[in-house]
């Protein structure tokens, strides 16, 4: 398996803008997640689907963010408009559920300007 | 919810010294531990996990890391470190009730010559 595929590796765009980030985990796996990293928090988790349900989206900064996953093979995530503030790395990443380690993508990095 | 501290957020060493990168989480019935290594531009990988067993668990590149429930640790250890290790360390903890695995603010670990 080629592992985690995120598109784009790299995004620049206008604030205001729609930006769309997208995913294609494991084959197989049932669990999917979409990390924001930054200097000043970390990696903080913004939402987890599991059989392609949304199960915990507290993470979501506002409602300019959303995602989805309309199969077991494709997720995206969305942000409209877009903000300097939202300039970061973005990570995708998939497990087999339960205990089973995250497997991550290259990520995406999104820069708004 | 699980909260997950890394106490260092840079270790620098010099190489071929032993390095310890330390984790502590909050306590739960029962937790999976990982360790994953970030290097510069890429996505985070596994290193080692804890799901069960024996506490000390090893990692194919000579790192090691001990579970120990009465401290609620999981620090990081290598013997003699190379130039290659330099890299951001992070520290992942899920329990059995959500399975969503939250990261600590990562260690940069240096390793000079």
């Known amino acids: 398996d080629a592992g985690v595929i995120q598109s784009p590796r790299h995004e620049v765009t206008e604030m205001g803008q729609e930006v769309t980030l997208r995913c294609k985990p494991i084959s197989g796996h049932n669990s999917l997640f979409w990390y924001r990293q930054t200097m000043m928090r970390g990696l903080e988790l913004l939402i987890y689907?599991?059989?392609?349900?949304?199960?915990?989206d507290s993470g979501m900064p506002e409602d300019r963010f959303s995602a989805k996953m309309p199969n077991a093979s494709f997720s995206t995530l969305k942000i409209q408009p877009s903000e300097p503030r939202d300039s970061a790395v973005y990570f995708c990443a998939s497990s087999a559920g339960g205990y089973t380690e995250a497997f991550f993508g290259q990520g995406t990095r999104l820069t708004v300007v | 919810a699980q909260s997950v501290t890394q106490l260092d957020s840079q270790v620098p060493v010099f190489e071929e010294a032993p390095v310890e990168l330390r984790c502590n989480y909050s306590?739960?019935?029962?937790?999976?531990l990982f360790w994953y290594v970030q290097y510069p531009n890429q996505g985070l990988q596994l290193l080692l996990k804890y799901l069960s067993g024996s506490t000390l668990v090893e990692s194919i590149n000579g790192f090691e890391a001990e579970f120990n429930k009465s401290q609620t640790s999981f620090h990081l250890r290598k013997p003699s470190v190379h130039i290659s290790d330099t890299a951001e360390y992070f520290c992942?903890?899920?329990?059995?009730?959500?399975?969503?695995?939250?990261f600590g603010r990562g260690t940069s670990l240096i390793v000079h010559p």
């Open positions: 992942a903890v899920s329990d059995g009730g959500s399975y969503i695995p939250t």
């Open positions: 689907f599991n059989n392609n349900v949304p199960i915990d």
């Open positions: 306590s739960s019935v029962s937790v999976y």
